[in-house]
């Protein structure tokens, strides 16, 4: 008897989180527009500017610039230098 309650156990439970994913579904699945716009690479000047606390809002584009300018360094390690830390 105990070996039939847990097979009915089994597969009530397995219905219910069935039935429960078949209703949540669209509420957690994205638009085909979604997608295609989060697909869609943006240029920089398109975003907000980026709040850096003690340094105010830079805009993403001057960040993007500051790195081509100077790349983090390489050691032998394959470890990045810091190259400032600050006061």
């Given amino acids: 008897m105990q070996k039939i ?3 009915v156990f089994c ?3 397995l219905a219910l989180v069935t039935g429960a ?3 949540m579904f669209p ?3 994205r638009s085909a527009q979604e997608v295609q716009y989060a697909d869609t690479p ?3 000047e398109m975003f907000d500017d980026v709040d850096l606390g003690d340094f105010g809002e ?3 584009l001057d960040m993007m610039q500051h790195y081509i300018d100077s790349p983090p ?3 032998d390690g394959g470890d ?3 190259r400032f830390q600050g006061c």
């Fill in 42 to 44: 943006q240029g920089a």
């Fill in 21 to 23: 994913c078949w209703l």
């Fill in 73 to 75: 360094l390489v050691v």
């Fill in 58 to 60: 830079i805009p993403v």
């Fill in 27 to 29: 509420y957690a699945a």
């Fill in 11 to 13: 597969l009530a439970s």
């Fill in 80 to 82: 990045k230098k810091v």
């Fill in 5 to 7: 309650s847990s097979v």
